[in-house]
């Protein structure tokens, strides 16, 4: 964290993604209401452990940071004891991680959480944060740093985000603002033909992967007559939640009411994965 520390003060441009094991709960309730998609982060997010983070670090014009400017954690986590959706799990061994070295090496979430605390890399709003499609990514690293379930309600959520990381750039919420971009990450990134570096889902090669398409997606669509990013039209959303235009207004479909237990299931359950980005 010392590295990361002096690494900030010139590259405040942080990318994030998180790898974990998907989505195994959905909340109990017989009508729809417009915080639910709140709820079920909330209570996959309270149940679950966070599997990896990746963060990459550039400068204001996107030039990576020299010499190591990806870095990769990989938290404790035992396929034995600890809860998951069994199509995330394979997804993920698929895409090269090891759970016997996560359960034997992985790193203690509690300490890094404090760590991170002290890094430089929350509560300033000089850091802008990068991600995509990123509630549970952001709702992991709460957790982390406060040790804490996440809060009962979506407004307590969002002003705990605000304290935490007050410079958020969510890029799929970006998307939703221009015409002719869809999909996840990889197509996009396609779309504008950016190279990926590593494995796909992995969340170092990820976050690699969501800085230069970040840069080049603003660059493209969000520049004033004079070529800087303005960020006024996506600072702090994010895609699906709060009250703007990409919250759900009505219920789920019925593929995805199939769920109406408060646990779909524990070790293997059968539900959505949100692990995939």
Not at 117 to 133: Q, T
């Amino acid at each position: 964290m010392v590295i990361i520390r002096e690494l900030i003060e010139t590259h405040p441009y942080v990318a994030m993604d998180t790898e974990f094991p998907g989505v195994v709960a959905r909340p109990v309730s017989e009508t729809y209401t417009s915080d639910f998609h709140y709820k079920s982060l909330k209570c996959n997010v309270d149940l679950l452990k966070i599997i990896q983070l990746g963060l990459t670090f550039a400068d204001e014009n996107g030039n990576y940071a020299k010499g190591c400017p990806c870095w990769q954690f990989n938290f404790k986590f035992n396929l034995n004891d600890d809860m998951f959706a069994q199509d995330s799990i394979d997804l993920l061994v698929t895409s090269g991680i090891s759970f016997e070295d996560h359960a034997t090496r992985g790193i203690d979430p509690l300490h890094f959480g404090e760590l991170l605390m002290v890094s430089g890399l929350v509560l300033d709003d000089r850091v802008k944060w990068v991600s995509f499609h990123s509630g549970y990514d952001y709702a992991y690293l709460l957790k982390v740093l406060t040790t804490q379930d996440l809060p009962k309600d979506e407004k307590s959520f969002f002003e705990l985000l605000k304290i935490y990381f007050p410079t958020i750039y969510d890029i799929k919420y970006m998307t939703s603002l221009c015409d002719g971009h869809f999909g996840g990450l990889q197509r996009l990134a396609d779309a504008l033909s950016c190279p990926r570096i590593g494995p796909e889902h992995q969340a170092g090669s990820d976050s690699l992967l969501t800085m230069v398409t970040y840069f080049a997606l603003a660059n493209s669509k969000f520049t004033n007559d004079s070529g800087g990013i303005v960020d006024k039209k996506f600072k702090n959303e994010l895609y699906g939640y709060g009250s703007n235009h990409t919250v759900r207004k009505g219920p789920m479909t019925s593929s995805h009411n199939s769920s109406n237990s408060a646990l779909s299931n524990l070790n293997g359950s059968n539900g959505d994965s949100s692990s995939v980005h």
